[in-house]
């Protein structure tokens, strides 16, 4: 795309001159004759909205949308009077001439130099972002009201009487006019319906047609014809352009706005706000509809330009009498698809409206307000987005109410306050839909990593890693509390909060994080947090925090992806450990409080594992091997196990000696020891399997002490084997330890029950 | 033979013998096997900590109905007030000094002793263990080549 005049060098500007000539202007003059024979009517259309004379609508067509274009930034836009701001130009003025006792147009002047000025601010300011903060459901809400606005201040006109009041309010206005219906004027409303239906139905015909044109030429024909506009018609008269500001065939326009110089300090006050609610607007518009352009076209736009550019073009425009404009939606889209392709397609737009007021001025004077009126309602039935309206319902409900709330407040407030009230409701929702914290919880995975898992899907476990991401304002943060409970499971120990991802001012992750930490302890849970930057560091250490949560608890962000996050895990899973460890400490001291002596607290879990396959060799080999390592003197049995570990047979001393020794009679105690060893050695290759006994009782570690002592007798052991829930060998209770268990149970002190000597 | 042993006389109660036993153990004795004498000091039988378990059970089953810990223990109680006496085998074979190792194996595999007493003029002179039998045994039994375990596989 070429920017005719964007460059600085003006040597070049013939050059450059000659080059779009031969590239771009035709197109652009076609596409900008497009736009203005659509847009004449339609600009003196939407003056009658405002209140004010029809050619003004002209004017502002010309001026505004020139300028516009020469400063702005996006090829297409077309400038000029749009339908929602003359509703809100109406709102604004229709009831100060009578307050300031000054003329409309000076005020309407003014109004549009104020606004103006505030739009060039805003470009100059570089504020054009903020205009992206405002939603789109606003936009379409705001323009519906505006709609339905502009058609029910329509309905006198197409009905052809004027209410005597002039009421403001949507109800007065609604009011008034369905009290005044007795007065409708039939030939007015034949023509505006004519209009209406010509602008409905023509384009269905064909889409070349310019219906609005044409559907005023109809009925303003019909109506020059019939002379309805003349004083013959007496109360069946209608009224045309002529009788609101003829429009004469010069190009008279410069007009000093009288209220510049100075400004009437209340008046402007009082229109300061109104201004800014404009401005705004206007902006909105502007940019909305660039933007739809733009992304069509593939444009890249700079939205402060655009602001200056609409800024330029009401200022400049309040000096040749127009009243503040924005962009046009469907002018814009006319531009764009009948080939317009540089900015002075708009310029080309302004010059063929200005060739049509020296050309048709006589003729324009004889349009019947009426034809304007139909044009119009047809108009405000369009902006009613049916289309968005649904998808906007269906995207929820905080969208649904400020797509409501903005329409419904475009009917009861003055519409300036509906423009707040708009932005006002997108600024909530965005807080609301970006000023919320996304929870996901981390997994560590087997191999190395993490997976991210949606929040309260991981599976329960001791530790519980929060990943929290995404904005958060502080409204939110106690919302936040709630949701960060749920995380946790009766299992849970330790709760990690990973918050490098978390976007907040520091006093707002401050109060979660001390909050939560608070909410933790005394839930006896313990926090540990990681991913903390460098700011919020700053701020723990201030607030004292950082001490509470304590330093091994705290992990700060680094450049390594999850390092501090792997770190905070091996630290909760380390207290965990730690607690466990504690808890087993004390549910052994608990134990020995507890009155029931069980065999886990008293058997001892020192006892060699022995194959039941094995000779008797092998087993007095490993015996004698192991009473090296033992003074005790007492006996212990050798308790066997089977092939999966399970307790299968007890080997006693005794029963070792008896089967080495069968052989061995008296006569032999007279042997030499080598001949006595040669003895023994004869029964050595038995299995132990054939000597052990095998009816053992499979006692677990719940056994009370007077099961144990039981056993003792019934099953004639002296050494109780513990098996586990698989029979496997636990532990041993021999007689000692159950003397012990019986002297613990009984709070028996040795020292003091020894006899006296 | 060890001759450091504890001794008893048999008109002691249980209370009194679990004090002992106890009170050795806290001070890493050998409590395995005590020796009884009677009330003019002669030797008497050998008294194990598995007597004393013996004898402070009553006739019921544990596990039966009604049989708490809080019921166990008061027989238990009832039961320390018993004498050695009560509840020292009847039969314990004794050796004297000069006894031979098969003798002593022999005795040994008779029956759940846990030592053989050394008597000598009617004095108990040490005790000889199961395990010091068992390991006299073993270390005569035992061979270079013999020794070690030969799992099955080899």
């Not at chain 1, 000023?435 to 309260?456: C, I, K």
């Not at chain 1, 006996?635 to 070792?656: K, N, V, Y």
Request: with cysteine; hydrophobic share 45%.
């Amino acid at each position: 795309m070429k920017l005719p005049f964007a460059g600085s060098d003006l040597r070049a500007l013939p050059t450059r001159l000659r080059e779009y000539v031969a590239s771009d202007a035709r197109q652009d003059a076609t596409a900008g004759l497009t736009v203005a024979v659509m847009g004449v009517p339609q600009a003196m259309a939407y003056a009658l909205i405002a209140g004010l004379p029809p050619v003004w609508g002209l004017y502002t067509a010309m001026v505004t949308c020139a300028m516009a274009a020469v400063f702005g930034s996006s090829n297409h836009l077309v400038t000029g009077p749009t339908n929602a701001i003359c509703m809100v130009i109406l709102s604004l003025t229709a009831h100060l001439p009578a307050k300031y006792d000054v003329s409309l147009l000076e005020i309407v002047l003014l109004l549009t130099f104020l606004t103006g000025l505030i739009q060039f601010l805003f470009g100059i300011l570089r504020l054009g972002g903020i205009i992206r903060y405002v939603s789109h459901s606003v936009v379409i809400g705001f323009t519906a009201g505006a709609g339905i606005l502009i058609a029910v201040n329509q309905l006198k006109n197409i009905l052809g009487f004027q209410l005597d009041d002039h009421p403001e309010r949507f109800a007065e206005v609604l009011f008034d006019t369905i009290v005044a219906l007795p007065q409708t004027n039939f030939y007015a409303l034949a023509l505006g319906l004519i209009t209406a239906f010509s602008v409905i139905f023509l384009p269905r015909i064909d889409k070349r047609i310019p219906a609005a044109l044409v559907g005023i030429a109809i009925s303003g024909g019909l109506a020059f014809v019939f002379g309805w506009h003349e004083p013959e018609m007496g109360a069946g008269r209608i009224e045309i352009v002529r009788d609101i500001e003829p429009i004469s065939a010069t190009l008279n326009l410069f007009h000093f706005p009288e209220l510049l110089v100075p400004p009437p300090y209340e008046l402007t006050r009082e229109l300061g706000i109104g201004a800014v609610a404009l401005a705004i607007l206007g902006l909105i518009e502007a940019a909305s509809i660039a933007r739809a352009v733009a992304s069509q076209s593939g444009q890249r736009l700079d939205f402060n330009r655009e602001f200056v550019g609409q800024g330029v073009g009401n200022i400049v425009g309040s000096f040749f009498s127009c009243f503040a404009g924005s962009g046009s939606f469907t002018r814009t889209a006319v531009c764009y698809k009948s080939g317009g392709r540089t900015r002075m397609a708009a310029i080309f737009s302004a010059f063929w409206t200005m060739l049509t007021i020296l050309l048709f001025a006589s003729v324009a004077n004889y349009i019947p307000k009426a034809s304007l009126a139909g044009l119009l309602i047809v108009i405000a039935y369009t902006m009613i987005d049916k289309h968005h309206f649904v998808i906007t319902w269906n995207s929820g409900k905080y969208s649904r109410l400020v797509l409501f709330g903005t329409m419904g407040s475009t009917l009861v407030l003055p519409l300036e306050y509906a423009i707040f009230v708009g932005v006002f409701l997108s600024i909530v929702l965005l807080l609301r839909a970006t000023g919320h914290a996304d929870l996901t919880q981390l997994v560590p995975r087997s191999d190395s990593g993490f997976d991210e898992l949606p929040f309260r899907r991981a599976p329960a476990s001791e530790v519980v890693t929060v990943n929290m991401e995404g904005d958060l304002y502080f409204a939110a943060a106690e919302d936040l509390d709630y949701e960060l409970f749920e995380c946790l499971t009766p299992k849970t120990r330790v709760v990690i909060l990973r918050m490098k991802r978390l976007r907040a001012v520091g006093s707002t992750a401050m109060a979660i994080l001390e909050r939560f930490e608070t909410l933790l302890r005394k839930r006896n849970i313990h926090l540990v947090v990681c991913g903390i930057e460098d700011r919020l560091k700053k701020v723990m250490t201030g607030s004292g925090l950082r001490q509470r949560i304590g330093e091994q608890n705290i992990f700060y962000a680094d450049n390594k992806l999850f390092q501090s996050t792997e770190l905070s895990l091996a630290r909760a899973w380390s207290i965990v450990e730690m607690e466990r460890r504690r808890a087993e400490a004390t549910q052994k001291s608990d134990r020995k409080l507890d009155t029931s002596t069980r065999a886990g607290t008293i058997m001892s879990p020192r006892i060699l594992r022995f194959g039941n396959q094995h000779q008797i060799r092998e087993a007095t080999w490993l015996i004698f091997e192991m009473m090296k390592h033992i003074e005790q003197k007492t006996s212990q049995p050798l308790f066997l196990q089977d092939a999966e570990g399970r307790l299968d047979a007890e080997l006693t001393l005794a029963s070792i000696l008896k089967t080495l020794g069968q052989d061995l009679k008296e006569e032999d105690d007279g042997l030499e020891s080598e001949e006595l060893g040669e003895k023994l050695r004869e029964h050595f290759s038995v299995s132990i399997g054939s000597i052990a006994r095998r009816d053992l009782p499979r006692t677990q570690v719940t056994a009370s002490l007077a099961q144990l002592l039981w056993l003792s007798r019934t099953d004639d052991l002296k050494t109780i084997p513990i098996c586990d829930e698989e029979g496997r060998l636990s532990g041993l209770v021999g007689p000692l330890d159950m003397l012990k268990g019986v002297g613990k149970a009984l709070d028996f002190d040795p020292e003091r029950e020894l006899p006296k000597v | 033979m060890t001759k450091l042993f504890l001794r008893i006389s048999s008109a002691h109660t249980l209370r009194e013998t679990m004090g002992v036993i106890l009170y050795g153990e806290q001070r890493k004795h050998d409590t395995g096997a005590i020796v009884v004498v009677d009330e003019k000091g002669d030797f008497a039988g050998v008294l194990t900590p598995h007597h004393v378990v013996l004898g402070l059970l009553n006739e019921h089953d544990p596990s039966e109905a009604g049989a708490t810990e809080e019921v166990f223990l008061h027989s238990v109680e009832d039961h320390l007030g018993n004498t050695v006496l009560d509840v020292l085998p009847a039969t314990q074979p004794t050796v004297s000094p000069s006894a031979p190792l098969a003798q002593l194996i022999r005795l040994a595999a008779e029956g759940s002793y846990e030592c053989i007493p050394v008597i000598e003029e009617g004095r108990v002179e040490g005790l000889v263990y199961i395990t010091d039998i068992f390991k006299a045994a073993a270390s005569i039994a035992l061979n270079p080549e013999t020794d070690g375990i030969l799992l099955e596989d080899e």
